[in-house]
């Protein structure tokens, strides 16, 4: 339930969907798994055992979640079985069957494999904070995060969020906390960064586990790279990894706060609330200082 990565997106002011009309409006997009020729199924799976709960809600905080089936047939496997389909065919009319009649073998060969082709299901979860307005995305790619969004405008009809930008660049601001030893506010900086030149050939050193307090940081820094990734600690409490795009990845909550969950709940369902709650809490939290380092949001 605890979220691992963050792709970050701002609600506008026309964000007017509360958790009934949510539900309501991703009920037009259920997920149904894939049938016997399709390769992809997607569609809306409720976030916990509730059958008929697309949007999980608590005090205005809601959480919903992309469920993907997907079959595994590799474009090596069809070819394989095209080619010895082509073979017989060709010995059969006596001559080389053509390109048109060569792409309907292979159509139709794909067609035969897909119902027995090996499935790969997942999940991707949503939070949608109104309060502090922000839609964020579980997700380590950008491409995974473009999805959920776009499966979620069909079912809406709109989707009404920005992008975040902000005053100063995530490059620019990591840069120069590396340059000067320190993070400032809240956060201090762990032991893992990427930094990588301008130039054409963009030249990248990485550091994992290493002190980053070092000459040998700034001398590249001082060579003109600039930090694409850096590992950060929120308030001692949250430790995760910023990108050059604002992307957060590697979220890592201190172990007190999912054992403070677990005091709090009786069953599994309080469980799944309180985690929630106290994810939602720390992480709103720590997007507003991290917004205020990088200079607050552009217009």
């Not at 002011?13 to 390769?39: I, M, N, P, V």
């Not at 960064?193 to 002190?211: D, I, K, S, T």
């Amino acid at each position: 339930m605890w979220f691992r990565n963050l792709q970050i997106f701002r609600l506008t002011s026309d964000w007017a969907y509360g958790a009934e009309a949510l539900s309501a409006a991703l009920h037009k997009g259920l997920f149904h798994g894939c049938g016997a020729t399709d390769r992809v199924a997607r569609g809306w799976v409720p976030p916990r055992d509730e059958p008929e709960e697309l949007v999980f809600s608590v005090d205005r905080q809601q959480l919903i979640v992309l469920g993907v089936e997907q079959k595994l047939l590799p474009a090596s496997v069809v070819r394989q079985y095209a080619q010895a389909r082509l073979v017989g065919i060709e010995a059969a009319q006596g001559y080389k069957p053509g390109r048109k009649q060569a792409r309907e073998v292979f159509d139709q060969v794909e067609a035969e494999l897909l119902p027995r082709a090996f499935v790969k299901r997942g999940l991707t979860y949503v939070w949608i904070d109104p309060v502090n307005r922000w839609l964020l995305v579980d997700a380590s790619s950008s491409t995974r995060a473009d999805d959920v969004m776009e499966h979620l405008k069909l079912s809406l009809g709109e989707l009404p969020v920005t992008l975040v930008k902000t005053q100063l660049s995530p490059a620019t601001a990591m840069t120069q906390w590396l340059a000067a030893g320190e993070a400032p506010g809240s956060f201090t900086i762990d032991r893992d960064c990427e930094l990588r030149a301008m130039a054409e050939e963009r030249a990248a050193v990485r550091y994992v586990r290493h002190n980053l307090d070092s000459d040998e940081v700034r001398s590249h820094i001082a060579g003109g790279k600039s930090a694409t990734r850096l590992a950060l600690t929120w308030n001692d409490r949250v430790s995760f990894v910023l990108t050059e795009q604002l992307q957060i990845k590697r979220l890592a909550f201190l172990d007190l706060l999912k054992e403070d969950a677990e005091r709090q709940a009786e069953n599994a369902d309080d469980l799944f609330a309180a985690n929630f709650t106290l994810m939602c809490g720390e992480l709103a939290q720590l997007l507003g200082h991290l917004l205020e380092v990088l200079g607050g949001e552009s217009e």
